[in-house]
């Protein structure tokens, strides 16, 4: 009987701590994310929207820790020709402007809540190899979202919001 009650007992220890380990922020992350919104917020407290107030997207964690993040605004300009590599000046900048893809790996620290990207690539080329930490603010088995406070050239912080794709 005493056997029994110490297997009963690490049984249940084991499904616990595998629980616990389950919920770990670097589990719950794991998966696909749909793109919500981008929101910079300014020194001034003024609001702004890269992307557009619906843009589309995707962000994806593995869980052996790589990531592909692809943020494009939905009003994106069409090239006229009909080809990706005969745009005009006008329509490559709309372009840029209005649209983001990184990729690379990532890890995550628990106690601090972040997530940390190594970009191994971008379509803004300044980024690869950079580590780019962003906090994790929301996090729940439906909603991603992450800060970075301090956006580039001083325009104050933006926070990436995500909906998971069921």
């Not at 843009?55 to 009909?82: R, Y």
């Amino acid at each position: 009987m005493k056997i029994i009650r110490i297997a009963v007992g690490a049984l249940a220890l084991a499904l616990a701590s595998g629980g616990a380990a389950a919920q770990s922020l670097g589990n719950q992350i794991v998966g696909t994310w749909d793109f919500v919104v981008a929101e910079v917020t300014a020194p001034d407290g003024k609001k702004s929207y890269p992307f557009g107030e619906t843009p589309k997207g995707i962000l994806v964690f593995t869980a052996d820790g790589h990531f592909a993040q692809i943020h494009v605004a939905s009003d994106v300009p069409k090239i006229a020709s009909n080809n990706r590599l005969t745009g005009t000046a006008d329509e490559y900048q709309a372009i840029m402007r209005r649209s983001l893809s990184v990729f690379g790996t990532y890890t995550v620290d628990e106690a601090k809540k972040t997530v940390t990207y190594k970009i191994v690539s971008s379509s803004f080329p300044n980024w690869e190899g950079e580590a780019q930490t962003r906090v994790i603010d929301r996090l729940t088995a439906d909603e991603f979202r992450n800060t970075n406070p301090n956006v580039a050239g001083g325009r104050g912080s933006a926070a990436n919001l995500y909906k998971r794709v069921k």
